[in-house]
Nanobody, 116 residues
Framework: QVQLVESGGGLVQAGGSLRLSCAAS????????MRWFRQAPGKEREFVAHIYWSNNRSYAADSVKGRFTMSRDNAKDTVYLQMNSLKPEDTAVYYC?????????WGQGTQVTVSS
């Protein structure tokens, strides 16, 4: 099994920045990629960003491209989501995810609130 723990959420004004972290533990050798998703109140969970562990290549959803960047610290089995130029519509609970052998592992989520 894989355990994921997010941190770094909080309240920020529009235009500000936050960095989320997601620490993986357990059978991390079986992880090949990790992703960030978010879910706003009354909305479906949506994809935010993805990173491949083999080469640390990442990509982001069009809604956050150019503002959010996903990265990884190989030594710590931790991924990050650097969020810049935040907008009120970025307000959501952010979850990290690791698909492993047909099973999706999720963290508990961290709340990000952007005030206008």
């Amino acid at each position: 099994q894989v355990q994921l723990v997010e941190s770094g959420g909080g309240l920020v004004q529009a235009g500000g920045s936050l960095r989320l972290s997601c620490a993986a533990s357990g059978r991390t050798f079986s992880i090949y990629a990790m992703r960030w998703f978010r879910q706003a109140p009354g909305k479906e969970r949506e994809f935010v960003a993805h990173i491949y562990w083999s080469n640390n290549r990442s990509y982001a959803a069009d809604s956050v491209k150019g503002r959010f960047t996903m990265s990884r610290d190989n030594a710590k089995d931790t991924v990050y989501l650097q969020m810049n130029s935040l907008k009120p519509e970025d307000t959501a609970v952010y979850y990290c995810n690791a698909p492993v052998a047909g099973t999706d592992y999720w963290g508990q989520g961290t709340q990000v609130t952007v005030s206008s």
